[in-house]
């Protein structure tokens, strides 16, 4: 398999080669956009591996170009930058995925695995966990090359966890997984499935437990027990190992690298010293801002996270456009020392056992009733929950800013401010949608429930409610499923509405699948097999009421859900539109929050009916 690793950083670009040639991949190397370009249309490669900030041709505007081109290979993005918005902009520029610096090597090579399996360039792999294999060619599980008899359901749940290391699934999302639409079981079912392919692995000699349950949301598979984990191994899907000598390359690699940081700090060093002295050029400015930039990116992934964490926080007071001032040049002296001081600390190695984290998710609890939250700390480990307490709108923003978390539970009602908690649900929905924020809250008025949901939070929870209330919501909320998972087809013969809906939905994970010329719908429809479909009702030659009355006679696709977008809301028309089949509509213009509130709720509301005993109606 050859691949173009486009990176500037020589650091990094060279351990990423020792990494990839000792998992039998060919490496070409291009140190900036421009060179990247010519080899990329001049040879022929299954992936290109780009770095986002490179000189000469940016890896955005170099994804623009080759797709425009019609390059049609995968390009996976390394990124610094995990803003939402940052994402989105590279996935719409071309990227079929992306990585954040910095990145766990295995996360690296198994997003790579998951590309070139996508586009064909490798068949499907053994997956492995220890002695256990499973060959997906000839359907076949072993251990110590005996045959373990599995029946089928089992065979798929033990696939679904070997493919998905480090995912936590819930039983409903297990249920969207393996079963059809009709004849899905009841989550208990799922329980006994697991327990049942327990038993079985257990009997064929694997000593350890495989899958681990964790509390109120879910399972996963456990790490290989007593297995030194390395930063070229490739455990997942039964290529060669790297040999002894293969490892012992990278590892000199990384620790050459983890030597020259002192270089890279040094001329921080510099920049602190003119900060203090006054006299900062712009000359040495932006050489700092490319060292920052490139120790935020790599620190992590040569054993000093923390080291990325501060080159991050001194990278964005780089950035600023005027002037630091003197609050700002006294906190960057102090990152700049903190970054020289871990250094002088030992690395941790890429040998290290890979354990399990028993706290997985981060919870941000903003409510200023101590009792309450005290309860909620006490229980939260238990959990699976790390949890920070904003008592006040000031602190909640300030934490956010800090580290972005998993969740979110919200009060409205603060006695010390005059602020509502209406304004900060606002802001964290347009800053990080994907963000699921449950609002707990005294106030139970139908005109707070109403402002709630068409800001985009996910639940209402009224109080008072007991601890155990409390986290089952959150763990609801962490535990659905992802949402690109879901597949939305947008059909609408204007395109500025087309990309507008588009850019609201996906920031949201969705996959969605824009049709601008509706007498091609059913061909879609049947191509993309959507979760939802959003119709435009003023369409020429096919309107949207035709289209919905084609849908609703159907045998197969009678249930899908349907929302009609229109610019008329007045009783009659309307009344056509249900009449037609839509089961809900949104007016012209369109907000953002209400559309995203309405296509999630509706996918989770169609879904959780879908299970058998749960009503139609």
């Known amino acids: 398999m050859k691949i173009l690793l486009v990176e500037d950083d020589v650091l990094l670009s060279t351990a990423l080669f020792e990494l990839l040639s000792a998992n039998h991949y060919t490496i070409d190397i291009a140190s900036n956009g421009q060179a990247g370009l010519e080899l990329a249309l001049s040879t022929e490669y299954e992936l290109i591996l780009l770095d986002w900030l490179i000189p000469k041709l940016d890896g955005i505007t170099l994804c623009r170009q080759l797709r425009k081109q019609g390059y049609h290979k995968s390009i996976l993005l390394l990124t610094g930058k995990n803003s939402n918005a940052d994402i989105v902009a590279g996935l719409d520029a ?50 110590n090359e005996q045959e373990i008899l599995l029946t089928a359901t089992e065979y798929k749940l033990l696939e679904l966890f070997l493919q998905n290391p480090d995912r936590i699934f819930s039983r409903a ?12 079981p009841t989550e208990n079912a799922v329980t006994t499935h697991i327990k049942d392919l327990r038993k079985k692995l257990k009997t064929a000699g694997i000593a350890e437990e495989l899958l681990e349950t964790v509390y109120g949301m879910g399972y996963r598979i456990k790490p290989v027990p007593n297995r030194p984990m390395s930063i070229g191994e490739n455990n997942q899907h039964g290529k060669k190992k790297p040999s002894p000598k293969d490892m012992t390359s ?63 926080k001194i990278e964005h007071l780089l950035l600023e456009d005027s002037l630091l001032s003197p609050e700002q040049i006294s906190n960057f002296s102090q990152l700049v020392t903190a970054l020289q001081q871990e250094l002088t600390k030992p690395a941790l190695t890429s040998t290290a056992p890979n354990v399990p984290m028993k706290q997985t998710h981060r919870l941000l609890v903003i409510d200023n009733d101590p009792m309450l939250t005290k309860q909620l700390q006490a229980e939260a480990d238990s959990w699976g929950i790390r949890m920070k307490v904003a008592p006040n709108l000031a602190t909640a923003r300030s934490l956010f800013s800090l580290k972005t978390p998993d969740a979110v539970l919200l009060d409205l009602s603060f006695t010390t401010s005059e ?38 939070a996910r639940q209402f929870l009224h109080k008072p409610a007991t601890t155990e209330e409390i986290f089952q ?114 007016s012209k213009p369109v907000l953002g929050p209400e559309l995203v509130t309405r296509v999630l709720s509706r996918i989770q509301r169609t879904r959780w009916r879908s299970q058998p005993g749960r009503s139609k109606a």
């Not at 929905?429 to 707990?440: A, D, K, L, M, Q």
């Not at 106030?443 to 709630?452: F, H, N, T």
Request: glycine share 8%.
């Open 94 to 143: 071309g990227a079929d995925d992306y990585v954040i610096k910095p990145f766990d090597p295995e996360a690296l090579l198994a997003r790579i695995r998951s590309l070139l399996r996508r586009n064909g360039a490798i068949s499907s792999s053994i997956l492995t966990w220890g002695n256990l294999s499973l060959d997906p060619s000839a359907g076949r599980v072993t251990c």
């Open 173 to 184: 999302v297990i249920l969207d997984r393996l079963w059809g639409f009709g004849d899905a």
């Open 250 to 312: 990278v590892n000199r690699v990384l620790e050459r690298f983890r030597n020259s940081f002192v270089g890279q700090v040094a001329v921080l060093e510099q920049a602190k010293t003119a900060l203090l002295a006054g006299n900062l050029n712009e000359d040495l400015q932006q050489n700092a801002l490319r060292e920052a930039h490139k120790l935020a990116g790599s620190m992590g992934s040569f054993g000093y996270p923390e080291g990325s964490r501060l080159g991050r």
């Open 419 to 456: 602020e509502d908690g209406l304004i900060l649900l606002s802001e964290i929905v347009e800053r990080s949608p994907n963000i699921p924020v449950i609002v707990f809250t005294g106030r139970d008025s139908l005109a707070d429930r109403l402002k709630v949901s068409r800001l985009g």
């Open 473 to 586: 919501a959150i763990a609801r909320v962490l535990s659905q499923p992802q949402t690109s998972e879901a597949k939305v087809l947008i059909v609408d013969d204007d395109p500025v509405m087309l990309a507008g809906l588009s850019a609201l939905l996906t920031p949201w994970g969705l996959e969605v699948i824009t049709l601008s010329q509706s007498q091609q719908f059913w061909k879609v429809l049947i191509a993309t097999s959507p979760d939802l479909v959003v119709l435009d009702l003023e369409m020429p030659i096919v309107n949207g009421l035709e289209l919905c009355k084609v849908v609703r006679q159907d045998a197969q696709w009678g249930d899908l859900p349907i929302l009609v977008v229109t610019a008329h809301t007045e009783a009659e028309f309307l009344q056509q539109a249900f009449a037609a089949g839509a089961d809900d509509f949104i």
